[in-house]
């Protein structure tokens, strides 16, 4: 665990820090941010997926219940967060971002999935990217429902917010990647013993590059401003996401379970931080920016922070 939590440490902090220097130092420009993490969705984590699912060992049925627990603790979660919008006394604008950021959770390589790779291996990442299948569809549909309450504008249908899910390559291909390797799995077809290595090199870099992205277009001015709302969104993620994740996981029945791979990664997926998608959606509908960016920016910081003892109650649970 030592030297896994050591890796976890190196990777995120080193690829955020370098991503941030090489802005500061001019070396790259933060335009170049988002073009590093679509070419990675497109084409780094599609064959990583089809490696990661077709090498799952056995899963019991109740794996096929991670995603709706995802799910579920997302659509939980709208309420609270609105509620303490209202507590907070926010604007509608800021409502908005506030109840966003609470809402969807960095629960991919980037933080969530490569948490679970720390703590349980190969079988970890792929259990905790199965849990990711309904972000997606999730932010297609209830994420823009959530945020058109708090704009006037409608940038873009129902029909077309679910049809832009499969005809964007940087959401099309993840999915695909994801079938091809069920199609895989479930014929039994032999997976090359070179995999295991494979994965075990790529999860690590696939997560630094997109840090490093992440960390080209890292802002700090922002947090101070909103440092009472930041607050209340990193208590959403660490207490109150939790609670809601372990009560489900008790529903599904991974409280039963000999093997507790299942509410580890319920637990660790439910304390991730703030998704930079929470971000996106304010920009898109015209919402405070500002503090969409200052609570990605403060919860994902703190959750470096936090992770070693996430992992420690996570493994002894």
């Excluded at 050591?6 to 820090?17: D, E, K, P, T």
């Excluded at 259990?127 to 309904?134: E, P, T, Y």
């Excluded at 630094?208 to 700090?220: D, E, H, K, P, V």
Aim: glycine share 10%; with cysteine; proline share 5%.
């Amino acid at each position: 665990m030592q030297s896994r939590l050591i890796l976890m440490l190196s990777v995120i902090i080193g690829g955020l820090a370098i991503g941030y220097a090489a802005r500061k130092l001019h070396l790259l420009p933060e335009s170049v941010s988002p073009r590093i993490t679509r070419a990675a969705m497109m084409y780094v984590q599609p064959p990583l997926l089809v490696v990661l699912i077709w090498g799952l060992e056995a899963p019991d049925w109740r794996v096929a219940l991670l995603p709706v627990i995802a799910a579920a603790n997302i659509l939980l979660m709208w309420p609270v967060a609105a509620a303490g919008g209202r507590v907070l006394g926010l604007r509608r604008g800021q409502a908005g971002s506030f109840t966003l950021s609470c809402m969807y959770s960095n629960m991919g390589l980037t933080y969530g999935a490569f948490l679970c790779y720390i703590l349980l291996g190969e079988q970890g990442a792929a259990l905790g990217m199965i849990w990711c299948i309904s972000f997606t569809p999730m932010l297609y549909t209830l994420g823009f429902v959530v945020a058109r309450c708090y704009t006037h504008d409608e940038p873009r249908g129902a029909r077309d917010t679910i049809l832009h899910i499969f005809r964007e390559p940087a959401s099309r291909n993840p999915l695909i990647g994801l079938a091809l390797g069920a199609l895989l799995y479930a014929t039994g077809a032999h997976r090359p013993l070179i995999a295991g290595d494979i994965v075990d090199a790529v999860v690590p870099a696939s997560t630094a590059l997109y840090l490093f992205a992440i960390g080209l277009s890292l802002r700090l001015t922002s947090v101070v401003t909103y440092f009472r709302e930041c607050v209340a969104v990193g208590a959403a993620k660490i207490l109150v996401m939790p609670l809601l994740g372990l009560g489900l996981a008790w529903l599904a029945g991974y409280w039963a379970m000999e093997d507790r791979a299942l509410l580890q990664v319920v637990f660790i997926q439910s304390t991730t931080p703030a998704s930079i998608m929470g971000l996106i959606l304010a920009q898109l509908f015209d919402l405070d920016g500002q503090l969409a960016n200052a609570a990605w920016l403060t919860t994902n910081i703190g959750a470096v922070a936090v992770a070693p003892v996430v992992l420690q109650i996570a493994a002894g649970l």
